[in-house]
């Protein structure tokens, strides 16, 4: 069993930015395999980013180059640096890790 708890999203103008984390407990192996979504409203649950077997980021094209996915192994925590947010990434963003998922933490960018 996995258990993973989002924090820090909120409401923030555009071109602002926030600081996702994800905290990790149960059985988990690496914390690479832990991962980010989105949701928007009316909209299907997207991937944001992640990592590769071998631990390098990657993103999904909308937000290359402005946020950033780190780690920390000792803690089990991933973060999400989101930088120069726009309004479209507004959603409810989910902590994903094998087939468990987090209870989502809601980012607003306001325009």
């Known amino acids: 069993q996995v258990q993973l708890v989002e924090s820090g999203g909120g409401l923030v103008q555009a071109g602002g930015s926030l600081t996702l984390s994800c905290a990790a407990s149960?059985?988990?192996?690496?914390?690479?395999?832990m991962d980010w979504y989105r949701q928007a409203p009316g909209k299907q649950r997207e991937w944001v980013s992640g990592?590769?077997?071998?631990?390098?980021?990657m993103y999904t094209d909308s937000v290359k180059g402005r946020f950033t996915i780190s780690r920390d192994n000792a803690k089990n925590t991933v973060n999400l640096q989101m930088n120069s947010l726009k309004s479209e990434d507004t959603a409810v963003y989910y902590c994903?890790?094998?087939?468990?998922w987090g209870q989502g933490t809601q980012v607003t960018v306001s325009s």
């Open positions: 994903h890790a094998y087939s468990f």
């Open positions: 149960g059985r988990i192996f690496s914390v690479n395999q």
């Open positions: 990592f590769t077997k071998d631990g390098a980021a």
